[in-house]
């Protein structure tokens, strides 16, 4: 099944005349910037899910409230789709075009409105990067918490579509953690305020709803973020393991003994090489496994968290322990890291990047689960985890030029993110579900609670204009879907049964 | 406009045969525990909104979720409404029953299921009391967090319809951030789990959308929450003022220096008389305001930040500033606050606590508000807050025995609503909208908003079954409530033209 949509599963688009589409957004917004030449919309055609591409049916760019409103409005009156891109970022191909539906792009919503450091707000539109935000807000000795790896480029209205996380959110929280308000525009061009100044809102949680609503809901026209004061001190561990289910074993006792670490990540050995091949990160080329924990706060307390934190690790069978001896170590361990999906991509002609979170105490049986999973399907996984908050990155490794080798990687895929179900987990983490894995869906969720979410979708969007076929699968794709493993005649988790 | 249920307002409610429905629920349910006499009926006609009182058709108490199931399919096809209830302790009414309702009672629920010390997790059942979580959990030292006053009394089940709070919730969060996972029944009896064992969950946030929802979207059956690790060292410090201003500017300073304290509490001269007259604290009776600060954490950190913190009350013109020099002494500054609205009690024959939130730069603007509209009203106000969340419990003190008082404080009580909506916060923060707050939510909301309100509630319950007239207002309501004022002729803030 492919990540293209899919009419006769993924519901019925309407068929219409690019030009008198345009014509009609010049008539209801004049000044509106309209892409409608293939040259133009050709940019557009993906998201960070690079492998999957549609031309949209054209591309707006408004720059005033009043131009998405119009936008929404025609877009309604005519039942045509409705697709919101930030900066197109996003790994799950959430912002992916619809051959027929308007791409709406708020690149040029990029004004930091207020700063507020008393009340540790600010006030921001949503095409405004989510690194210009900290940086704005510098001066005042804040920042803004959720760091996803792209946040020199995602803008926060992605950040809120795909609630977005990053290697600091075990401590500091997902986006809907720091966000306190949010407008938005529905289908329909009428503003909506979600949330408030103050620190919770009466009624339903709709703030907490529409984060992470991949732009089903409504589109994002200004957002209220909490700011948070620079720790004055960040230390970074590393440990090295002879063993990978021991460095999994470790992560739970840490967290178990009551330390929140900033960040607490790990690599396995194909990661290690490979990133240590590209940044010389100074990473142990022979460890099967590292840990990579930092500490931050206040001096007293971070030193005591260095000594507590490592003596955790002596005990947990760390094979070597280092502490980064200054800024530029530090700076450098994070930097292998932060470049290892770059890096695993210089050791293959592709890779496939996974997202799935599974409870903490479940990552030694699962990391032998994939290996199992890697030797079945025979493609090499390097494993990056957020392993702190049991948010896994397995990069399946593979090329494309291969016959079958990517449906290989795909199936794959969706298997390692059944198993994160399987032990309690679930199929994303920080990446959305976007098209990529609207499949897996069906899996996570019963059908009694696929239709909630329709019956939620609809009481916005009762048309389903906006984003359809991403997020929320219909039920005849989970129908499908469920007959293709029934067609396969497998059990369903037969790699399991050894545990 | 009254507290009580209006079928012309609230919307029509059928009118069920006692008997019969009672023979309906015992055919379908044979051990279900159902009273239906007067007597037995009456200690449930109110929760801890005592003021207004209702006898409901019925009680059940079920024990299973089996017989949850078959109440709300009995309910469902007769269309009679279902009000569910956990201890009963809530401060907005939103456990009032109707009296042409089924009261469902989740008291007999109190199993702690599992509890998973390695993954700070417990899974109980929705009767289970707050205090009772930690109870069982201290072995392992750990605590659940959040600690309404009521904690033990109070339900988890309870304390997930309301989102509650506490003395801790400015760090440690409300429930929706300490619940992971929720088992709960639609009024048709399915069965939906909402959010997932790892730290995230796809699709849209239902189970943030669920925390806080009144009872209005489901009956929680199960419930995994969050457990934290017991801080090993906690201090308070007192800090005087002779200006109660003064001092609402000091807890902005505090969290702008970025200490999050584990508590930051604030009482006006009025309270703290009544609570040193009540508990002996040791309150010094002169003072215009104290702040109450702890500080939890490391040995080392909260040393720190107990020098930190007091060279800022200082800076701040605190007049005096004291540590708690032991255990007995730091319980004994708690014991004050958490009894100061029985202390203010004693002094008046009647109090009406209020539960209002602002951003916190706006304290010192919101308590001269406060001051004005006590004068304007002529009754006294007693002022204690969860200072560092902005969260304002404003005691209103009044006789209902003189004519008129009970309505001018139900008056005064709206209008400090009216101002805190007005600076930018909400007309709740812990106790919930309940019936209490219905018409203030015409306030807080335009009827867009309202709309979409309802559009979600009929996503789950669209023949509005499940505690119905509570939470979100009817437009028939917030057209009669905008009525009313138009009538009164006022401008809508007077009190702030002088600001």
Redesign the interface.
């Known amino acids: 099944m492919s990540f293209m949509y899919d009419e006769a599963i993924d519901g019925p688009l309407p068929t219409v005349d690019r030009a008198e589409l345009a014509a009609a957004l010049r008539a209801g917004a004049p000044k509106l910037e309209i892409l409608t030449d293939r040259e133009d919309l050709r940019p557009f055609e993906c998201d960070g899910l690079a492998a999957y591409r549609a031309v949209p049916l054209l591309v707006v760019l408004p720059s005033t409230v009043e131009e998405v409103r119009a936008v929404l409005k025609i877009a309604a009156a005519r039942g045509v789709p409705v697709v919101a891109r930030g900066a197109g970022t996003g790994l799950s191909g959430g912002a992916m075009p619809l051959e027929k539906g308007i791409l709406l792009v708020m690149a040029k919503f990029t004004r930091i409105v207020e700063v507020?450091?008393?009340?540790?707000v600010a006030r921001v539109e949503p095409g405004v990067r989510n690194l210009a935000i900290s940086q704005a807000v510098a001066q005042h000795?804040l920042y803004y918490a959720p760091d996803p790896s792209s946040q020199i480029a995602c803008s926060i209205g992605g950040n809120i579509a795909e609630?977005a996380?990053g290697v600091h959110c075990?401590k500091y929280g997902?986006t809907?953690?720091n966000v306190l308000k949010v407008d938005m525009l529905?289908i329909d061009g009428?503003l909506?305020?979600l949330g408030?100044?103050?620190?919770?809102?009466?009624?339903?949680?709709?703030l907490?709803?529409f984060?992470?609503?991949e732009g089903m809901?409504g589109i994002v026209v200004e957002v209220t973020v909490k700011l948070?004061?620079k720790p004055p001190s960040v230390k970074v561990l590393m440990a090295s393991f002879d063993d990978i289910v021991r460095a999994g074993e470790a992560v739970?006792k840490i967290?178990?003994?009551?330390v929140i670490p900033g960040g607490l990540e790990m690599m396995d050995n194909l990661s290690i090489r490979a990133a240590e091949d590209f940044i010389h990160a100074g990473y142990p080329v022979d460890a099967e496994a590292i840990l990579l924990c930092e500490l931050d706060?206040?001096h007293?307390?971070v030193d005591?968290?260095v000594e507590r934190v490592g003596a955790l690790l002596q005990a947990a069978g760390a094979s070597d322990l280092r502490v980064a001896r200054d800024e530029a170590e530090r700076q450098r361990f994070w930097a292998g890291r932060k470049n290892a999906f770059p890096a695993v991509g210089r050791i293959t002609p592709d890779y496939y990047c996974m997202d799935g979170?599974?409870?903490?105490?479940e990552l030694p049986r699962v990391l032998t689960g994939i290996a199992a999973l890697s030797d079945q399907f025979g493609l090499r996984v390097a494993n990056v985890f957020h392993a702190g908050?049991?948010?896994l990155h397995p990069l399946i490794l593979f090329d494309a030029n291969q016959p079958g080798e990517m449906d290989r990687a795909e199936a794959l895929g969706g298997r390692i993110l059944e198993l994160?179900v399987e032990v309690?987990?679930?199929?994303?983490?920080?990446h959305?579900?976007g098209r990529e894995?609207i499949n897996q869906?069906c899996v996570?969720?019963?059908q009694?609670?696929i239709e909630?979410?329709h019956?939620?979708?609809?009481?916005?969007d009762p048309s389903c204009l906006l984003n359809p076929g991403k997020?929320?699968p219909t039920l005849r794709r989970c129908a499908e879907f469920g007959k293709m493993h029934v067609h396969m005649g497998q059990l369903k988790f037969p790699e399991l049964e050894r545990f």
Chains 1, 2 share one sequence.
């Open positions: 507020d450091p008393d009340a540790c000795g609630n996380g075990l997902l809907v953690h529905t009428e909506i305020t408030s100044d103050a620190f919770d809102s009466p009624g339903f949680d709709l907490a709803l984060t992470g609503s809901l948070l004061p739970a967290i178990g003994e009551g706060g206040s007293d307390d005591e968290d979170t599974i409870p903490r105490r908050d049991g948010n994160c309690g987990g679930s199929i994303t983490g920080e959305g579900v894995k869906m996570q969720f019963k009694g609670e909630y979410f019956a939620v979708k609809a009481a916005f997020n929320i």
